[in-house]
């Protein structure tokens, strides 16, 4: 009994050594780290990046920075440019690649990581909540696979964060009055330029919150920040006014249609659905926090709370329904649009389960923790072995070795741990899953097909007059994101009606019946194979059990092909 309250000292003294501030900084080296695997090749690649990676490369190409342009060199403004310039940014330090297009959303996931951890300190001056809500961020699924798809998902949810920070400091603090302007109305103009009217939403939410609540009336004037909000205005709104002057028709059909007449629908049948895709997103990620907060309670007789947010917790609760009501009227249903309001969500559920958390509900939780351990390490151990057939040895040693040393260190760090480093060992074990699974899943899922048409077709150094791709633009995107800005190409969707014009000397194309036809008109056809990318089960079980996994990829890899004129 004294050897464990001298342990548990030990360790208590251990923790206190480590600030909570400084781990959460900790956690967000370790998203990029964890998920820098996955962000820097395409094993992982939701198909609208397409519009954002392509745009960037053609951006670069033509110098023109202000109209974004789709492959075939129409005006596309369906949404507004930051997206792009943030491609561009990380393009133009590791050049036109996946790491390139994607590199500034692993940054904007930390700085999410961390405005989080501040925003929970800001409102409860509670560390140990801080780092909770954080790790709760963390975890979340949703929230992680924004951060490796270059949309506009995350670059949205961090300035609305940022704004949505300003504008709380603005109407329940009292100090840093002007820091607090800056955000609401910087971290709103950056959101606006991101994604288009949803952060207006939000403004006008601010407004009507402080004038319809009696307690908050004499705070709303501290909104009115004339000398912030008119240059906000006039910084913010220059793209939008420069586009109505030079593509007034695309402004008119795709971004008002974008962000209005196609998407709003008022309707029974499309509420429902909206609402349950919304509902679905806020609290399918967090069902294990949910689970806990319901069992703590019951076990200890508490009900949750929110009192050390104080007045602030409806002002942040109303905004979170008001985004799951307001995407609820829009046709196109996904779990994806409650994104901008994810971090609110973990704050306002880290507060709730710390309000109800005793000893008897941290051992419960650490015991859970320990078995998503063990299950986690079986389930490494069998990707590991699968990767024996794809990797050479001394990959899998090490990774292994990174596994095993991980494990024991997170299940000594757990022993006595409370709920936020509990919370915080569920994230790193999630990231630490991600970081050794993506060689193996790298091994059997890639060279996606664009990395291998582009090595085909890069030696050439044809000008961009003289290649085409015909196919699908997704996989246009992939070839386009291993191509140097040196070799373009031209593409369409399908063959073209009038044959090929006579300067093109080289086709790319994915698909069979292209290559087929550029055959029979005298093209010299090569035939091209890349990774696994849609893996049947009975001939990959019947791959392990021969030991034969490189030899099924290569004859179930996904096919693309290559004709040069003769």
Known sequence: MLQQKIATADSGLIYSLISRAKLAVFLALSLVVGLLPLASSLVVHFPDERYYSNGAVIMIQSGDYLTPRTAEGDVRLKKPPFTYWMSIAGM???????????????????????????????LTRNDQMALLAAAMLTCNFVFLRACINAIPDLPLTLFMLLGFIGFTGLLFREDRQQLYG???????????????????????????????????????????????????????????????????????????????????????????????????????????????????????????????????????????????????????ASHRYVMPVIPLVSILLACALQSVMDQKSENLLRMILRVSMILTAGALAALLMIGLLLLAPTTIIGLATAAFLGLVTLWLVSRNAGIDRLALCFALLLLGSGFIGAPVLSGLLLPDIGEVLAAKAKPLHLPEN???????????????????????????????????????????????????????????????????????????????KSGQLIEAREQNGQHGWIALRK
């Open 92 to 122: 133009e330090i590791f050049g036109i690649s996946a790491i390139g297009s994607r590199f500034f959303w692993l940054i904007a996931a930390a700085a999410t990581l961390l405005a989080t951890f501040q925003f929970t300190q800001i």
């Open 182 to 332: 800056l955000l609401s109305y910087g971290g709103t103009g950056f959101a606006v330029l991101t994604k288009g009217l949803l952060p207006l939403g939000m403004v006008a939410y601010v407004v009507a919150f402080s004038l319809s609540v009696p307690s908050m009336r004499q705070h709303a004037k501290r909104l009115w920040l004339p000398a912030i909000i008119w240059p906000s205005i006039v910084l913010f709104g220059a793209w939008f006014v420069y586009q109505s002057f030079t593509a007034a028709s695309e402004m008119a059909s795709d971004f008002v249609g974008d962000q209005l007449s196609e998407k709003v629908s008022i309707g029974i049948g499309t509420f429902i659905n909206g609402i349950s895709n919304n509902l679905a997103g806020l609290f399918l990620p967090v069902v294990l926090w949910l689970t806990m907060l319901v069992i703590a309670s019951k076990m200890n007789g508490k009900r949750p709370n929110w009192r050390p947010i104080g007045a602030a917790a409806p002002f942040l609760a109303g905004w979170v329904a008001s985004v799951v009501i307001i995407f609820s009227l829009s046709n196109y």
């Open 466 to 544: 003289e290649v085409l791709f015909i196919g699908s633009h997704l996989d246009a995107a992939k070839v386009r994101l291993h191509t140097d800005r040196d070799t373009p190409f031209k593409q369409m969707r399908r063959f073209p009606e009038a044959g090929i014009a006579p300067e093109i000397r080289m086709v790319m194309t994915n698909e069979k019946s292209v290559a087929d036809t550029l055959g029979a008109r005298g093209f010299s056809v090569e035939e091209v194979v890349a990774g696994w990318r849609r893996v049947q089960w009975q001939p990959f079980i019947a791959a392990l």
